[in-house]
């Protein structure tokens, strides 16, 4: 818990923090507390009908499943028939560069390895690299 949450929740520690605030002051920031009281309450209704809202239409459609004859152990079945989605093709190498005897390819995509780096920071432009037929 925070060094704040700490002060305000601890009674003594509470009244020693304002101390030295007016009595204005301490009426101005009792206002403010009601009003965080408040949102916060009004939010936490507005999650409760949301929650009772979502769980009565859980239970019209569990009962539309009851009517026609189905489980919720059918609609698994279904659901567990679906494949996983494919993974794409790695992409095909853009660039490449042979650093004493091994060729280095990069698409083009990601952080540029340092051989590449180092080569642009010294002048050359990344057209030098191109894997001859790529664009």
Same mark, same amino acid.
Not at 6 to 24: C, P
Not at 43 to 65: P, T, V
Not at 82 to 98: D, L, N
């Given at each position: 818990?925070?060094?704040?949450?700490?002060?305000?929740?601890?009674?003594?520690?509470?009244?020693?923090?304002?101390?030295?605030?007016?009595?204005?002051?301490?009426?101005?920031?009792?206002?403010?507390?009601?009003?965080?009281?408040? *949102?916060?309450?009004? @939010?936490?209704? $507005?999650?409760?009908? &949301?929650?009772?809202? +979502?769980?009565? /239409?859980? #239970?019209?459609?569990?009962?539309?499943?009851?009517?026609?004859?189905?489980?919720? *152990?059918?609609?698994? @079945?279904?659901? $567990?028939?679906?494949? &996983?989605?494919?993974? +794409?093709?790695? /992409?095909? #190498?853009?660039?490449?560069?042979?650093?004493?005897?091994?060729?280095?390819?990069?698409?083009?995509?990601?952080?540029?390895?340092?051989?590449?780096?180092?080569?642009?920071?010294?002048?050359?432009?990344?057209?030098?690299?191109?894997?001859?037929?790529?664009?």
């Amino acid at each position: 818990m925070s060094d704040f949450l700490d002060i305000l929740t601890h009674g003594r520690r509470f009244k020693a923090a304002v101390k030295e605030l007016s009595i204005e002051d301490l009426r101005d920031l009792a206002v403010k507390l009601d009003k965080v009281i408040v *949102e916060r309450e009004e @939010e936490a209704k $507005a999650d409760e009908a &949301a929650n009772a809202e +979502r769980n009565a /239409r859980i #239970a019209e459609i569990l009962a539309q499943i009851e009517n026609s004859g189905l489980s919720i *152990e059918d609609l698994g @079945e279904v659901t $567990a028939t679906k494949s &996983a989605p494919k993974k +794409r093709a790695p /992409r095909p #190498a853009k660039y490449q560069i042979t650093v004493d005897g091994e060729l280095i390819q990069w698409t083009g995509q990601g952080r540029m390895p340092t051989v590449f780096k180092k080569e642009v920071d010294a002048g050359k432009s990344m057209d030098c690299f191109l894997i001859p037929g790529m664009e």
